[in-house]
């Protein structure tokens, strides 16, 4: 193909690409609307993209990030389950000479130069700001039901951290009860009836944080069934800002989401682009940021997506 493009006078840079990208899964709406969009601006551009959804696992990831390397593709694109673990398979691109570019979660690896950079939003930040919300809503005095995120991902890892660190300053705010529901609805919705059960029916609980949408949306289900009112009697306070949420905020049901754009594609893809016009060195990090969403805000975001 290099010597027709040649012939038909084409520059590496214009030249299709084939592009493998090793996708988290189909936990939530963020990462549905994630996955969209990369394959939508493919499309747009001409790139033949090679798609695989990891149901979570990361052995399923490396496995696709292998079989992106045995078909010689042109670029890589990972969004890591979890941080660690990553350093052979990156190891194994590198030698083949696949640029890899790391989106959303991070990998902890010590060889910086095994990706050309990651392009992802600051979930400590995120955490911080929820925090910032709640504390400001509840003059500091609140007790919390904690959801994480999937266990050992940089977006569970950094919000925790981020939100742990802002209610520290407040002695009156603490956490009675904290885990795990993956970052998916159908968990979001079990684990959060077991919380209430375990705290006597919620009476005593002032919010609920969230490390997603989608355990907001399932938790909020859980409170109603206990008989409470999901944005009044338990505050809920998440982040990812999706439609879904953001209709329950304008119903009232979720107080606040921080928003994290799904739209990584574009940079990806411009990254790899600057990469074969020659460009070899970028930051290694390219930060995404977004806004956050109350019910002050939320309709009107709402009326601006549906206008898109
Ligand atoms: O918040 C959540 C998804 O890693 C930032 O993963 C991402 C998170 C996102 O399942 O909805």
Known sequence: TLALATAIGLSATTQALTVGFAQVGSESGWRTSFSESVKAEADKRGITLKFSDAQQKQENQIKAVRSFIAQRVDAILIAPVVETGWQPVLVEAKRARIPVVILDRNVAVSDHSLYLTRIAPDFEVEGQRAANWLTEKTQGKCNILELQGTV??????????????????????????????????????????????????????????????????GAIQAVKEAGLQPGKDILVVSVDAVDDALKAIVAGEINVSVELSPHLGGPAFDVINEYRAGKKEFDKWIRMGGAVFTQENAAQELAKRASK
């Open 152 to 217: 050992g991902s940089s977006a569970a890892l950094g919000r925790m951290k981020g939100f742990n660190e802002t209610i520290a300053h407040f002695p009156d705010t603490k956490i009675v009860r904290s885990q795990t529901a993956e970052f998916t609805r159908a968990k979001g919705k079990e684990v959060m009836e077991t919380m209430l059960k375990a705290e006597g029916g919620g009476k005593s609980i002032c919010a609920i944080w969230a490390h997603n949408d989608e355990m907001a949306l």
